[in-house]
């Protein structure tokens, strides 16, 4: 189809009397097209005027479309059931060149900061496997307004904790603070209202002022607001976590730090610039930071169970067996978890998931199921003591029988009590030499030398009177 700039180009040399052959040559077109527009005579063009089919049933149309809530299928329906010729596709044409249940778009609006006025802060869903399991996490990112830097972290999930947590590691990345935070309307944030409304926590509050920040929420329904912090997570999403697998939490959120590094420095098609270099404009336009900045912290007060742990989500950190049934102060930080009792202090290593784990510091727990074998069993010294004459055979016995020494030892000592010494110092001197270290055994040897002795046997014609 011929454009106006054509179609009056072809009138105007026309009216100059130039053949159709030439105009046609001249303009790379088609007699046939020249011909048409000499015989419209107009350089508007002129459409196809045709009936619409769905034209009759337009106060059924309208009707119907309240009364189904919109849904054109429904209508579609019932106009078929009511005996309309009518398909489906000529029934949706009608309806959008008539406006019927559509909205007229608005134009987009453009967004201009200024360097160091704003960051916008949002979280998003994923999942990735972590230790070789696939574990669902919590994104959490936040963007330059100005210069569209962008830092991001995961966490097994995102309070309050965990926003104070990636709020100081991202002022951190960017070594400054902005004048606002532009977030979600979330409660992790808000207290109550929403978009220029929204009241956050004292907490929230307090944190933002220690920085200078304050903390802005955008209308509801308004995502465009947020624009620059809702689309890098589709790309975080297809780029970042694609292929990549993780051994622990450590390890994804060192990826993800440097995974920003590198992709900070490449260039931007929508911005024509390189982040970084944008960056180094906006980084003299941020707050600076305070020369000390606090790690958030949780603090809870526990009693020590009797097991001698103390539980925090669910998992259970040791601490020494003479603070059972104590109270003591839990401090719960991004990495450690520090119970205070008095002046004592004892620093796990937190567990970032709620996992029921038990964790042991190896001097809380002693091995008492064994002993070193250094230290000699109680029965050894009593043996010694009632009959020195066995210290070589106890020895031996204990380097043979170390597992089960103390029943050996005990059962010996019985010996002493219930038979002769004697004989049970023979019985242990030959049992030694020939390498006998079966206690029973050693019992029986005894006997076989006192069966005549201390069991004797009477004559057969004596009387048992």
């Known amino acids: 189809m011929l454009d106006t700039t054509t179609r009056n180009t072809i009138l105007t040399l026309a009216q100059k009397q130039i053949p159709r052959r030439h105009i046609a040559r001249l303009l790379k077109i088609s007699r046939n097209s020249v011909r048409e527009v000499l015989a419209s005579g107009s350089p508007a063009r002129q459409g196809i005027q045709r009936a619409e089919k769905a034209e009759p049933y337009r106060e059924e149309i309208l009707t119907l479309h309240a009364s189904c809530r919109g849904n054109l299928v429904r209508v579609h329906e019932e106009l078929v059931a009511q005996g309309a010729q009518i398909s489906y596709q000529a029934l949706t044409a009608f309806c ?35 230790g070789g399991k696939p574990r669902k996490i919590q994104t959490a990112s936040a963007v330059l307004a100005y210069s569209h830097l962008l830092f991001f972290q995961c966490y097994p999930r995102f309070r309050r904790f965990e926003c104070k947590v990636f709020l100081t590691e991202a002022l951190r990345y960017f070594q400054g603070a902005p004048k606002e935070v532009m977030i979600d309307n979330t409660h992790v944030i808000i207290l109550r209202g929403t978009g220029a409304d929204m009241i956050p926590t004292a907490e929230m509050e307090a944190f933002a002022e220690r920085y200078g920040m304050v903390f802005r929420a955008h209308a509801p329904g308004d995502a465009d607001r947020s624009g620059r912090v809702e689309r890098p997570f589709d790309y975080i999403e297809n780029n970042f976590f694609a292929g990549r697998s993780f051994q622990d939490w450590d390890d994804l959120n060192q990826k993800a730090r440097a995974w920003c590094d590198a992709k900070n420095r490449l260039f931007k098609r929508h911005l024509k610039a390189i982040p970084l270099e944008l960056y180094n404009l906006e980084r003299t336009h941020l707050r600076p930071l305070p020369l000390w900045m606090p790690e958030p912290y949780l603090l809870h007060q526990r009693i020590v169970d009797v097991h001698a742990y103390v539980s925090v989500d669910t998992n259970r950190y040791s601490v020494p067996a003479e603070w059972i049934g104590k109270p003591v102060q839990v401090r719960e930080s991004a990495r450690e978890i520090v119970i205070a009792r008095g002046e004592h202090e004892i620093t796990h290593q937190r567990h970032v998931e709620a996992a029921a784990k038990w964790l042991t510091l190896p001097e809380h727990r002693p091995d008492r199921k064994r002993k070193k074998a250094s230290d000699p069993p109680r029965e050894l010294a009593t043996l010694l003591r009632r009959a020195p004459e066995l210290e070589s055979y106890a020895k031996a016995l204990r380097r043979r029988a170390r597992p089960s020494l103390g029943f050996a030892l005990r059962q010996i000592l019985h010996m002493l009590d219930d038979y002769p010494k004697e004989p049970l110092l023979a019985a242990v001197r030959d049992a030694e030499h020939y390498g006998v270290y079966d206690v029973e055994r050693l019992e029986t040897m005894v006997l076989q030398r006192i069966d005549r002795d201390f069991f004797p046997l009477t004559n057969p014609g004596e009387s048992h009177d």
Not at 104 to 123: I, L, S, V
Request: hydrophobic share 15%; glycine share 12%; no cysteine.
């Open 96 to 130: 959008r060149r008539q406006g019927i249940g559509t909205q007229t778009k608005q134009p987009a609006g453009r967004y201009h900061f200024e360097p160091g006025q704003e960051m916008q802060h949002d979280t998003s869903p994923h999942q990735a496997p972590i």
